[in-house]
């Protein structure tokens, strides 16, 4: 089972994607379910090791978070471009964080959240140290960013990916 | 012209001026630079709003057209401004 | 436009909501971008329109053909998805390009390449 469907969650994906860009039929299902087969063994020649979630609940606990954080920072961030920055006041600046993450998924993760969320953007990430450069729009308190980063996201990412 | 007619109406004229607008922005910074950089981002930008147009003027029209025309700008501004950024990094596009 | 003739208020109202959300955030990020002083703070404006930006108006566009094709359509989210998978991708290599030519020009006011990596890896 593994041989043939080495990356379970891809290959599913694909064949949403598949019956959501046609109609749903039963030929489409046939068809979308042979080329997301093909493709789950084009990536598993690539790439041997599928991403494991180890942990549901946690995942979707991050999943409503991470909504909730970006609906509240489009908000503040629309805010800060009409007042044109609290009139002058605004200081944006660079954060380096440390982070525990190491494998490259949920490092990937992690840089989806980050710039999906305006306000932030991920810059550099070296591996041999682990830090993380981040750009920080609205900086106030470094500390709190390196917080928000640790305590908010990564705990959650850690569990999941445990 | 029923009351929801008018509404709806009204929201779609409104978006679509409001996505041309935001779509001459976003050229004027490409073109206005002032470094490499800004103007990839400007490119970049101006490839989603005009991606969203697109799908504006398909809930207009009504034709599933526009929603595919939208979804291969949107393949083309990933690949156009990841080649330019790579450019950028390396000064070469294939290496 | 025949097809927006006919539209209840309660799948008219979302939509024109969602639309006129989606259009002014959108607005809004190019705005910044044309408005703000410096690069690094002009590689967030445009994030306002690749998360609700688009998300409102895909959803306005899913809502209304779901209701004018009498069937669930949903292929918008390929959109949805294709945008949340590339803006980080796009907006991390571009800002690394302008770090990196930052450094390599010797302006200041960037933090400078740790010592530890022996080259970039692109």
């Not at chain 1, 299902?29 to 093909?38: E, R, W």
């Not at chain 1, 605004?90 to 993760?109: A, C, M, Q, T, Y």
């Not at chain 3, 909501?17 to 690094?40: D, E, K, M, N, P």
């Not at chain 3, 009498?70 to 991390?92: D, Q, S």
Request: aromatic content about 8%.
């Amino acid at each position: 089972m593994r041989r043939l469907v080495p990356h379970p969650v891809l290959s599913l994906a694909l064949v949403l994607v598949w019956l959501l860009m046609t109609r749903f039929s039963l030929g489409h299902l046939l068809l979308g379910g042979a080329i997301s087969l093909v493709a789950g063994w084009a990536l598993g020649a690539l790439e041997p090791e599928a991403p494991r979630i180890r942990r549901v609940w946690p995942f979707v606990r991050l999943m409503g978070i991470v909504g909730i954080d970006i609906i509240r920072s489009n908000i503040a961030v629309a805010m800060l471009i009409l007042t044109r920055g609290r009139h002058g006041e605004r200081k944006s600046g660079f954060v380096e964080i440390p982070l525990r993450l190491r494998d490259p998924f949920p490092l990937g993760l992690l840089a989806m959240i980050v710039t999906a969320t305006p306000g932030t953007a991920w810059l550099e990430y070296d591996s041999d140290s682990g830090i993380l450069l981040l750009h920080v729009f609205d900086l106030i308190d470094d500390a709190a960013w390196r917080d928000l980063i640790c305590n908010r996201y990564e705990a959650l990412l850690l569990e999941v990916f445990a | 012209m029923t009351l929801t007619h008018s509404l709806i109406t009204w929201a779609i004229l409104y978006a679509q001026f409001v996505l041309a607008v935001a779509a001459c922005l976003a050229t004027l910074r490409t073109l206005r630079g002032p470094r490499a950089q800004d103007r990839v981002l400007g490119l970049d930008t101006l490839y989603v709003t005009v991606m969203l147009l697109f799908v504006v003027t398909g809930i207009r029209v009504g034709t599933p057209f526009f929603y595919e025309a939208a979804m291969v700008i949107g393949v083309m501004g990933f690949v156009a401004t990841v080649a330019l950024a790579k450019f950028l990094i390396r000064g070469e596009v294939i290496e | 436009m025949k097809h927006l003739i006919d539209l209840p208020l309660w799948i008219a109202g979302p939509v024109a909501v969602f639309l006129v959300i989606g259009a002014t955030l959108t607005l809004l990020g190019t705005l910044g971008l044309v408005q703000l002083r410096s690069f690094y703070d002009r590689l967030h404006a445009p994030t306002l329109g690749t998360s609700w930006g688009a998300a409102a108006i895909l959803l306005a566009s899913m809502i209304l053909f779901s209701w004018v094709e009498g069937r669930p359509v949903a292929h918008e989210l390929v959109i949805g998805v294709l945008v949340m998978v590339t803006t980080p991708v796009t907006l991390m290599l571009v800002g690394r390009a302008a770090l990196h030519r930052d450094r390599a020009e010797g302006r200041g006011d960037v933090p400078p390449a740790r010592k530890t990596t022996g080259s970039d890896q692109g």
